[in-house]
């Protein structure tokens, strides 16, 4: 079943980079046709290479048993990660792009919010947005924010102490629950400081 999960996985990021691809060559064109041409698209083409190695940065079904080892001198052992693990932790990385989409498809994204703020001299770019929704919707997009936080942190480190799990069951991040309690700790203890 695992061998299936990471073919699934492996297909569906090639999906992505293609339909990454089109919506490149789409935007592209749109700007071509609005006569933004600046430097060739050269901000574009980084972005696409970026999305590109975040994408492709998955799982590989050939890589399942390869191993990376180190020695841990914390509990005086040699230590080991799978290579999908590495893979699994940039994956984290695509959260970028649900973001991007759920700030696209905000009403501080649209074509008014660029007529508007072109009007002012300023540009609607993704902060701009970010901020206009901390400051008409405080409590959903702080706590919103803290969910995705504390699952995808949680998702971190339960695979980056899974090395030291496997050694000795005193560190138990083995469970993904474990894993978010630390980050809900950890992170309150942070925010409670600063403040």
Known sequence: MRKIILWVIFLS???NILLGYVRMRAKMDWKTRKGHVTDEFYYEKVEFILE???LISCPMPWFEDYKIYFFNSIVDAECYYYLNEIFCLLISLRMLFYVRTIIINSSWHT???HRVCSL???EASYMFSIK???KYYPFITNYSMFVTLIVVF???LRICE???????PV???SSYFNSMWTVIVTSTTVIIIKI
């Open 13 to 15: 990021s090639i999906i």
């Open 52 to 54: 590109f190695v975040i």
């Open 111 to 113: 074509n008014r919010t």
């Open 120 to 122: 002012y001299a300023c």
């Open 132 to 134: 206009s929704m901390i």
């Open 154 to 156: 949680g998702y971190n």
């Open 162 to 168: 899974s090395p030291l799990a496997r050694i000795t």
């Open 171 to 173: 560190y138990d991040f």
